[in-house]
């Protein structure tokens, strides 16, 4: 199984268009989140974005919240939008979880558009991920593929889910300095895919 990997649009609709021909060459494509910019601008990904016809499974980033996102893929026949859900795709469980975990520290002018959870508040959503099943998480586990410029931005709680649940792989975003780096948590593979996309077989 081909799949294509990607997070972090935000409105750039030269990545979304490169995305959109990537498509053609694999069997799913995942999205894990920030598909607009600070809650605006979610169509302008989206209208480009619903030209793939493969199955395409995606969560929400904390830059659009699930509902705006159901709602914005309402002509994306082909999408399937998980958080703290499951879908199967050739026998192969994929379970979802979108958001900034844990809540991104902002400028007071900036606060308030993110759309965040607490650790704890994320627990009740991480908790129902399937043991064997591929992990769509926005936010990336803590130590790994989540460095920023100054310090490791990831989630403790969702790195010891990883360690207790052992998914099969875990697809990425959120912490933009990370783009395209792929780690090891204790066996488990964590790709940060980025805007660019990236094509893996499992």
């Not at 499951?86 to 979108?98: C, I, M």
Request: proline share 4%.
């Amino acid at each position: 199984m081909r799949l294509l990997l990607f997070s972090d649009v935000h409105c750039d609709v030269v990545k979304c268009r490169n995305l959109v021909t990537m498509a053609n060459d694999v069997d799913l494509v995942i999205g894990a989140g920030d598909f607009a910019n600070q809650r605006v601008g979610l169509g302008t990904s989206i209208n480009v974005l619903k030209n793939i016809t493969k199955p395409t499974i995606v969560v929400p980033g904390n830059h659009e919240s699930y509902s705006e996102l159901v709602t914005g893929c309402h002509a994306w026949d082909s999408v399937t939008i998980l958080h703290g859900t499951s879908t199967e795709f050739e026998g192969q469980t994929f379970f979802g979880v979108g958001g900034g975990v844990p809540a991104m520290e902002f400028g007071e002018d900036e606060e308030g558009w993110s759309y965040d959870f607490t650790e704890e508040q994320a627990d009740d959503l991480y908790h129902f991920l399937p043991k064997k099943a591929i992990l769509i998480s926005h936010s990336p586990p803590y130590g790994a593929a989540d460095r920023g410029e100054r310090k490791r931005l990831g989630s403790k709680m969702i790195r010891q889910t990883i360690i207790d649940k052992k998914p099969k792989l875990v697809i990425c975003g959120h912490i933009h300095e990370s783009w395209g780096v792929t780690a090891d948590l204790e066996g488990v593979k964590v790709i940060n895919a980025g805007p660019d996309g990236v094509i893996i077989e499992i």
